[in-house]
């Protein structure tokens, strides 16, 4: 069992993804902007880890709350990347 799943059972979990959300996506943009190459690989690392990590763990083990909790944190990295590239 994945150590978040027993926060997010009690409600804390939510808090934090919320928090991941946040700090995948608005930090990034100034460093898409000054240094596009390194901030576009290192987010490509991010969301490498958290699709392997994370979000394929979760839907082997049927756990759709937290597959959906770290879907969101991919999203938002990837909204963040989409955001700088228009």
Do not use: C
Not at 56 to 83: F, I
């Amino acid at each position: 069992m994945d150590f978040y799943a027993q926060d997010i059972s009690l409600g804390a979990g939510s808090q934090i993804f919320d928090k991941l959300v946040l700090a995948v996506r608005e930090p990034f943009i100034p460093l898409y902007e000054k240094f596009p190459l390194q901030a576009f690989q290192l987010s490509a690392a991010i969301f490498s880890f958290l699709f392997h990590e994370k979000i394929v763990m979760q839907l082997t083990a049927g756990n759709r709350l937290l597959q959906s909790s770290w879907e969101d944190v991919a999203e938002s990295l990837l909204s963040g990347v989409l955001v700088r590239g228009s």
